[in-house]
């Protein structure tokens, strides 16, 4: 990754920022994304251990796979109202202790906030109708979960390694 870098600022009428763009940029704290931005590729801010604050443009529908892998220092997340997925292994691995989940939210992958240690609570929207494989494993300070009604299916290892008091069904 880039060494030095520690701001980024794009400039309105972006669209898209391809795959592993910033991956592996280490000292990257700040990041402002434009109104304009849609598309986000896969790992773009993989292993970026010092973001610790990001507010997603409103026209982002679908956040990556492993965009926020092993952002450690990421403890604050604005998610877009317009926001209908998180993908594969999206925020493991981040500093995370709450999360405000979008109501339009359609789809969780597998392994979003695993091993988001600091996570103490999440309350799912009503839209999420399946909990796919190991969504929370080893988010071991998670302790209160609230489930949609229409909840159909909760894939393997979900909850291992959390430290769950509470189950709202």
């Not at 996570?119 to 909990?131: E, V």
């Amino acid at each position: 990754g880039c060494v030095n870098l520690k701001t980024v600022a794009f400039s309105e009428g972006l669209l898209t920022i391809g795959n592993s763009v910033f991956e592996g940029c280490r000292s990257l704290t700040n990041v402002t994304f434009p109104e304009t931005l849609v598309s986000i590729g896969a790992k773009t801010f993989k292993n970026c251990i010092s973001i610790n604050n990001i507010r997603l443009p409103a026209k982002l529908t679908r956040i990556n796979s492993e965009l926020f892998y092993g952002c450690a220092s990421l403890t604050n997340i604005t998610f877009s109202e317009n926001l209908l997925a998180i993908g594969e292994s999206a925020f493991c691995e981040c500093g995370l202790a709450t999360v405000n989940l979008p109501e339009g939210l359609q789809e969780l992958g597998a392994s979003a906030f695993a091993c988001c240690t600091a996570l103490t609570s999440i309350i799912l929207p009503a839209n999420i109708t399946t909990i796919e494989n190991g969504v929370f494993v080893g988010c071991s300070s998670l302790a209160d979960v609230v489930f949609p009604d229409g909840l159909k299916s909760i894939g393997a290892s979900s909850f291992n390694g959390t430290a769950l008091k509470k189950i709202t069904l």
